[in-house]
T-cell receptor
Framework: EAAVTQSPRNKVAVTGGKVTLSCNQT?????MYWYRQDTGHGLRLIHYSYGAGSTEKGDIPDGYKASRPSQENFSLILELATPSQTSVYFCASGDARDWGYEQYFGPGTRLTVL | GDSVTQTEGQVTVSESKSLIINCTYSATSIAYPNLFWYVRYPGEGLQLLLKVITAGQKGSSRGFEATYNKETTSFHLQKASVQESDSAVYYCALSDRNRIFFGDGTQLVVKP
């Protein structure tokens, strides 16, 4: 069974609208991450979290908020969506206590902002 | 800061030929980062292909291999004979054990 799931898988939004992307993990990992991936760029870190109630800014946080209400759930919120936020968004989880630390990814959400 | 460089945006190889995808890294926050290759098949999320956490060691999976070279700060991905099903985007990455830094990815196209 998929350990990291994302919803929705595809989303079309209008400029200025609010968008919420959801992520759920059953790995019992403390850390969760939101990335965006654009052609010609690798994965760029938007926000991450060390555990329930915590959110931290990544490398490109402007225009995004995050929420971690529980160990399992991590949301990415676009309060006022813009066309420049059209991208594929990936959620991931990982356990930084693991010496061989790796991240486990969801299938991605394709967001189009018109 | 820590970073990963993949110089090729796309590599095209004929089926059954050998492959090398280049990766170099820079780690300033940690002397011995963990190194990874992730792969993204069309329509899917990223999945770990292989990882190496000890300098000088080689990791291998599904016929791919990569050696952690501390001297040249490289972690090139190689395969002796590629298949059409290997067509995907390959990402080199390093971890400082708190977060992962990804390269820009290399699109592998395998021609029949």
């Amino acid at each position: 069974e998929a350990a990291v799931t994302q919803s929705p898988r595809n989303k079309v939004a209008v400029t200025g609208g609010k968008v919420t992307l959801s992520c759920n993990q059953t790995n019992n990992h403390n850390n969760m991450y939101w990335y965006r991936q654009d052609t010609g760029h690798g994965l760029r870190l938007i926000h991450y979290s060390y555990g329930a109630g915590s959110t931290e800014k990544g490398d490109i946080p402007d225009g995004y908020k995050a929420s971690r209400p529980s160990q399992e759930n991590f949301s990415l919120i676009l309060e006022l969506a813009t066309p420049s936020q059209t991208s594929v968004y990936f959620c991931a989880s990982g356990d930084a206590r693991d010496w061989g630390y790796e991240q486990y990814f969801g299938p991605g959400t394709r967001l189009t902002v018109l | 800061g820590d970073s990963v460089t993949q110089t090729e945006g796309q590599v095209t190889v004929s089926e059954s030929k050998s492959l090398i995808i280049n990766c170099t890294y820079s780690a300033t926050s940690i002397a011995y980062p963990n190194l990874f290759w992730y792969v993204r098949y069309p329509g899917e999320g990223l999945q770990l292909l292989l990882k190496v956490i000890t300098a000088g060691q080689k990791g291998s999976s599904r016929g791919f291999e990569a050696t952690y070279n501390k001297e040249t700060t490289s972690f090139h991905l190689q395969k002796a004979s590629v298949q059409e099903s290997d067509s995907a985007v390959y990402y080199c990455a390093l971890s400082d054990r708190n977060r992962i830094f990804f390269g820009d990815g290399t699109q592998l196209v395998v021609k029949p």
